[in-house]
């Protein structure tokens, strides 16, 4: 189905913009850094960003990691901020009610006397919202949070390290200061939305985030392209990125449907950049270039960025960031790989250490530019198998 085109002209101005915001203010996290496409900040020269905190949830996974923290929560959110990286994202939908939530299911399920009952996050007052899962009051007890996976399956929602469901305005008073948020901002894929609710949406998120940022970095992100053309028009003070898969997924809506449609868009908008699926962007390697070359910023989200060796790739192909899953361990390989620098034996080849019989190499790998060439030809060819 196709989306309604927005007419982003003839949306005012969201009127609640403090005279003091400002995207200057990045936090002492950042040390060196560089030009964020257009916006003029300083940020690091390679993100790294927490996918819903610490880390998605999958909750039939034979990873523990996947099943450690409850995903979303202040917890999630606090136990990546005790690693170097730079921001965290996560998800937020707007309640009927008009309360900021952070949630990345369209619907959230319980189960009562055997039954399952399941409703749509956006149908819900905040009150119903907040009543599913642990209870911020002691000795209350919420409704027990189910789960859909991706094969329709129906899994109680069961974690190692367990938090409430909670507020953009919670996660502002109670994260970590210095972690920057990357505020992904949510809806259906299988709903056309008319421009006067996108605008609702968009304001109810917008005066939370004006209110109470205050100096923390904020960059915006949505898959919905109208929606994330819209949030730029409503404001100006913050980055707005254009979620994408990078053409791994068709939809009717072509903007959505490949890396070229979503620099079109970003361009004619003024957007600030684009976050799309790795795969989508090993597939199509000469796209970095192109997108670097239209002052936009590239960052990167999936599966693959959960292994150090494809974070390495993307870095010398020139994307600017990941958004990651394994916290603790993608930010150490980071360190290690990207932002340490050589010592005279890793230049000499000579970094090497003996592990279960097999040599290993501590620090940055080093390719010639024919190496690397050849990489970026053979990557393609290798996702497609």
């Keep these: 189905m196709a989306l309604k085109a927005v007419h982003v002209s003839d949306v005012p101005n969201l009127d609640q913009v403090p005279e003091n915001a400002s995207l200057q203010r990045y936090s002492t996290r950042f040390s060196k850094g560089v030009e964020f496409g257009r916006v003029a900040s300083r940020i690091p020269k390679f993100l790294v960003i927490g996918h819903r905190g610490n880390g998605m949830n999958a909750l039939q996974s034979s990873d ?125 894929d299988c709903i056309v939305y008319q421009e006067d609710y996108l605008i609702r949406v968009l304001q109810s998120i917008l005066q939370v985030v004006f209110e109470y940022a205050k100096d923390r970095p904020i960059v915006f992100s949505s898959f919905q392209p109208d929606a994330s053309l819209l949030i730029k028009k409503l404001q100006n003070t913050y980055p707005v990125f254009f979620l994408t898969n990078g053409g791994n997924e068709i939809y009717y809506d072509v903007r959505r449907n490949s890396l070229d449609e979503a620099m079109k868009m970003c361009l004619e908008g003024g957007l600030d950049g684009i976050v799309s699926e790795v795969r989508g962007v090993f597939r199509n390697p000469e796209m970095v270039t192109k997108i670097k070359e239209s002052n936009l910023s590239l960052l990167s989200y999936g599966k693959l960025n959960n292994v150090a060796e494809a974070v390495y790739m993307q870095h010398l192909m020139g994307i600017e960031g990941v958004i990651v899953d394994f916290v603790e361990e993608i930010t150490e390989a980071v360190c290690d790989m990207i932002q340490k620098p050589l010592t005279a034996a890793e230049e000499d080849g000579d970094d090497l250490l003996e592990g279960d019989g097999k040599m290993q190499l501590k620090s940055k790998p080093q390719f010639s530019q024919r190496e690397l060439s050849f990489l970026l030809k053979l990557i393609p060819e290798l996702i497609q198998l």
């Design 64 to 188: 523990r990691r996947m099943r450690a923290i409850k995903e979303n929560t202040i917890t999630s959110f606090n136990t990546a901020a005790k690693y170097p990286l730079d921001f965290v994202e996560f998800d937020v939908q707007v309640t009927r009610d008009g309360c900021p939530v952070i949630f990345h299911d369209d619907f959230i399920l319980t189960e009562d006397q055997g039954t399952v009952f399941e409703k749509r996050i956006t149908e819900l007052c905040l009150t119903e919202f907040l009543s599913y899962g642990p209870q911020k009051e002691v000795g209350k007890e919420g409704k027990p949070l189910l789960r859909k996976n991706k094969n329709g399956q129906i899994v109680r929602w069961d974690v190692e390290q367990d938090d409430s469901l909670c507020t953009l305005q919670e996660v502002f008073e109670k994260v970590e200061p210095s972690l920057g948020f990357n505020i992904e901002i949510k809806f259906d």
